[in-house]
């Protein structure tokens, strides 16, 4: 067998190693002795095998973004940049900052999973946007050692430490306090720090990587017409941008594809665009990415992703990848339907806009035909006023939707003007709950009409009983979801009503 080596920037040391074209970067890592990042779960949820990934972040400089590592194919990250937990310490100076309040503060006992916390922590070190809020923020020091560890607020420490940073990681025998108590010590990254010095300067390029192997191949083509040509050649390929659905179908169901696709990194496929009537994301940006330029402008998105995976996810995650896979319990669908998306096709024959409410066809079907890729998803201008996104789950994060239910509402004189109503996990299919939606067009906002209609949206879809619910529950909580969002309206309306901001392009 043959394969085509790859070079990784680690730790400051570039590496030219093979790897098979479905080898894992954390198998890969693992075999240059990095024995650091650990595999727990083989599918993102334990967070044990996090590295961080410099990222572009604008111009010429980088974000630090903590990624699991089990997940995609070494060759994905071909001429990038990764740190894993061994490469955080300067060697002259000792332990990094994150890493001492780690161990000062007690927050490791098995160490199994200390290697993953401390990557996504790092992370959250030099998040530019980090700001203390507290009144501890003139005694901190610059090297880390501020010895704050009381909570202030919600998720954040006074020293503006996100607590949401360190979703994904789970730790069996430490407890989450000293672990919070060691994030909410830090301070500020030293000026002369090399991970902070190194954001000042522009993430490496995407490289143009071809790994071949008798048992498949993996391409990273340099332009979009490349990859359009391969999938029409070979439409059994497997796209991937994040790969975040590729590790777990590895895990779980063992699928082994013989060739692959990356797409993540193409232009047409990464920019969000705002104009007078859309708002258009690529299906190849991140979900962290959407958040931090999408979120503040669409209310409806600002509530979606918080409660969509983890941190560690939404870091690789795309809304292509998790349209495109079909899934009714996909929580991306329900709210993108209540917006009344779009979704622009493309292929080597051309290109085509379908409403996100006729994509899909069937238990993972899609009018998606052999050769095509999501391009982008479009979200039209101006926004419905009165929005909502409810997630039922067994956890309030990192879990798989029972039920999803999304909202999108313009009020008039007291009437229902229009609405739109996105349902995942009761049916085959995400789908529009139509009925409900007639329940309460041009009806009186009242809990009277509100009543009626979620007698209606009950009844809305084909729910089943498996392991998360059962249909009666799935049922009844359609029905209680409708209640809960005319009670969230009256909760907000006995509050001064936030002014919605003006969708201008960046």
């Not at 349209?323 to 998306?341: F, V």
């Not at 899609?366 to 409810?390: K, N, S």
């Amino acid at each position: 067998m043959t394969t085509n080596p790859i070079r990784i920037t680690v730790n400051a040391r570039e590496r030219v190693q093979a790897a098979p074209p479905r080898m894992s970067l954390l198998d890969w890592l693992r075999g240059l002795g990095l024995t650091g990042a650990k595999e727990g779960c083989a599918e993102g949820e334990c967070g044990a095998c996090a590295v961080l990934v410099a990222r572009p972040d604008g111009g010429a400089s980088v974000r630090w973004t903590a990624v699991n590592s089990c997940l995609p194919p070494a060759a994905a990250l071909d001429g990038q940049e990764i740190v894993t937990a061994e490469g955080l310490a300067d060697g002259a100076d000792g332990l990094h900052p994150v890493q001492q309040e780690m161990a000062q503060r007690g927050g490791s006992q098995c160490g199994y999973c200390t290697p993953g916390f401390i990557c996504s922590m790092a992370a959250e070190f030099y998040r530019p946007e980090r700001r203390a809020t507290g009144d501890d923020d003139a005694d901190e020091g610059v090297d880390g050692s501020s010895g704050v560890s009381a909570p202030c607020g919600d998720s954040h420490g006074p020293n503006g430490f996100d607590l949401h940073a360190l979703s994904g990681n789970l730790c069996r025998c430490t407890g989450y306090r000293p672990i919070r108590d060691a994030a909410y010590a830090l301070g500020r990254p030293h000026p002369e720090d090399p991970l902070a010095r190194r954001c000042a300067s522009a993430a490496p390029a995407a490289a143009t990587t071809s790994v071949a192997a008798e048992d498949g191949w993996f391409l990273r083509p340099a332009t979009l017409a490349e990859a359009l040509d391969r999938l029409a050649q070979d439409p059994e390929t497997v796209v991937i941008a994040g790969a975040t659905d590729l590790g777990v179908e590895r895990n779980i169901r063992h699928a082994r594809p013989r060739s692959l696709l990356a797409i993540d990194h193409l232009p047409e496929l990464q920019a969000i665009t705002w104009a007078d009537d859309a708002v258009e994301i690529g299906a190849a940006a991140t979900l962290s990415e959407i958040e931090r330029t999408v979120s503040g402008r669409v209310p409806l998105v600002a509530q979606l992703l918080p409660q969509f995976a983890s941190r560690l996810i939404r870091n690789s995650a795309t809304l292509g990848g998790n349209l495109g896979t079909a899934s009714p319990i996909g929580d991306a669908a329900p709210a993108l339907l209540a917006l009344d998306a779009e979704l622009d096709l493309v292929s080597a024959d051309g290109r085509r806009t379908v409403p996100l409410k006729d994509f899909f066809t069937g238990y993972r079907q899609t009018v998606r035909t052999a050769g095509e890729l999501i391009r982008a998803v479009r979200i039209p201008l101006p926004l419905q006023p009165h929005t909502a996104f409810h997630k039922i789950a067994k956890r309030r994060f990192d879990d798989i939707s029972s039920v999803a239910v999304a909202y999108a509402v313009t009020l008039r004189d007291g009437h229902v003007d229009d609405v739109r109503i996105g349902l995942g996990g009761v049916a085959a299919t995400p789908l529009r709950a139509l009925a409900a939606e007639d329940a309460l067009r041009g009806r009186e906002w009242t809990p009277a009409t509100v009543d009626e209609a979620a007698s209606v949206l009950r009844a809305e879809g084909t729910p089943m009983d498996d392991l998360r619910a059962s249909a009666d529950y799935r049922a009844e909580m359609l029905a209680q979801s409708l209640h809960r969002f005319l009670a969230e309206r009256e909760d907000r309306e006995d509050r001064p009503e936030e002014p919605v901001k003006e969708e201008t392009r960046p």
